[in-house]
């Protein structure tokens, strides 16, 4: 029987890591920009990255224009022979899906390790020699905390934890707005659903105030899209542990909304394992349909990634596992959940039936489009896509659909 106390410090470490991804991803944006000299929407960050290994992903890849790619691995609380196990599978030799990388960031707990210079040579030993590491232990993330927010990284406890997180979000909140709306109540949602790069986007070309954003009303020309597990249903059946369905969603949710705000979209809503995304809301920006299909590739890999974490924690060997996707273009409505209450919206409209509609018709690692969404895509995004026979949709008619198909990340051998 598991001790509940190694229990509560496991499901502790995984929420950890996965809190220390989004920091790490938002201090390697901020240290490019201010290095560099970029802007932040020049810098392309991604999570669960297919390195072109089986069951291989990278935590998080950066990427900017006129620099070379760059890995973070969250390794905090891993046994020292599980990392360099890691390391072996994943940087022991050049990525042919991440070209040119030429270092990692571990991030890493090092008090407490006595037996850490070891443990540090061996990971230097096994990681490519073209790859330079680059250790961010528990002092260094206090100083570029300091640096990147203004907040004091306190005790890594939940307590400590949740304060930094509701500071972080206070000071992105300040960021996109400023000083004149930080009273706002819909500063919780807005930042869930956008993040605060786009809401200062927002706020900067249109001039929108928080209450103006979301507001009950037509959008025209929304890209839909629908994400869900494959074999969801099979993989909770064969979980002994809730524990191990719940990380395995918290982490899919967590990088799955990342991938779409990162990609300009809105984070709609969670649905059990279905993800709703919207992409054109609420203006219509340029290459807007490209960043929808951007971030649907994002999502196939997300899905492999943690499934293959899953199938790790499971006896019985799942025959598939990733997501299947459904996407859709038309015309939606937002609409209040609560009369006087813009914090939950919801979404309706014909482009949200088509999309699911299409969902259903997607194999796993399967993305399948509406003819009207494929026709705005350029010519080399259409090129993988095939033709599909007219689809017979319940309530729709007759749709004429298009389907791109994905190299499979997953793996029943490890992740």
């Known amino acids: 029987m598991t001790d509940p106390k190694t229990a509560e410090q496991a499901h502790f470490l995984r929420q950890l890591r996965l809190f220390l991804e989004e920091l790490c991803c938002e201090i390697c944006r901020f240290q490019v920009v201010g290095h560099h000299g970029l802007g932040a929407e020049e810098v392309t960050i991604s999570r669960e990255v297919d390195l072109g290994v089986p069951g291989a992903f990278a935590d998080v890849v950066v990427r900017a224009p006129g620099r070379p790619p760059l890995f973070v691995e969250v390794k905090y609380g891993y046994a020292g022979d599980r990392m360099v196990e890691h390391f072996v599978r994943k940087y022991q030799q050049p990525s042919l899906a991440v070209p040119g990388a030429d270092r990692v960031i571990v991030v890493v707990d090092r008090k407490g390790r006595a037996d850490w210079p070891q ?29 990147c927010f203004g907040v004091k990284l306190g005790a890594m406890t939940n307590e400590g934890l949740s304060e930094l997180r509701n500071a972080i979000d206070d000071i992105k909140w300040c960021w996109a707005f400023g000083e004149s709306h930080v009273e706002s109540p819909l500063k919780t949602s807005l930042l869930w659903h956008f993040g ?80 709703l995304a919207l992409f054109g809301v609420p203006d219509v920006q340029d290459g807007y349909a490209k960043r929808a299909l951007e971030c649907a590739r994002s999502l196939l890999q997300i899905g492999s990634s943690v499934s293959n974490r899953w199938q790790r924690e499971i006896d019985r060997v799942q025959p598939s596992g990733g997501v299947h996707i459904g996407m859709a273009m038309g015309d939606i409505q937002s609409v209040l959940y609560r009369p006087f209450c813009r914090s939950h919206v919801g979404i309706v409209g014909d482009a949200v039936n088509l999309a699911a509609r299409l969902l259903a018709q997607a194999a796993t690692h399967e993305i399948v489009v509406s003819n009207t969404y494929f026709q705005t895509l350029p010519d080399h995004e259409q090129a993988p896509f095939q033709e599909m026979e007219p689809l017979e949709a319940k309530n729709v008619g007759l749709i004429k659909a298009w389907k791109l198909e994905q190299h499979s990340s997953y793996s029943t051998r490890g992740a």
């Open 119 to 147: 443990l540090e040579a061996r990971l230097r030993k096994v990681t490519h020699k073209d790859l330079k590491l680059e250790f961010w232990d528990e002092d260094r993330l206090r100083e570029l905390i300091g640096a």
């Open 196 to 275: 605060y790069s786009r809401l200062l986007q927002l706020h900067k070309v249109h001039k929108f105030a928080p209450e103006q954003i979301l507001p009950a009303r037509r959008f025209r020309n929304a890209v839909v899209l629908l994400a869900d597990l494959s074999s969801f249903s099979s993989f909770v059946r064969d979980t002994r542990d809730d524990e191990v369905m719940r990380n395995a969603l918290t982490t899919f949710y967590s990088n799955s909304r990342y991938a779409v705000i990162n990609t300009g979209g809105m984070m709609c809503q969670f649905v059990g394992d279905e993800v």
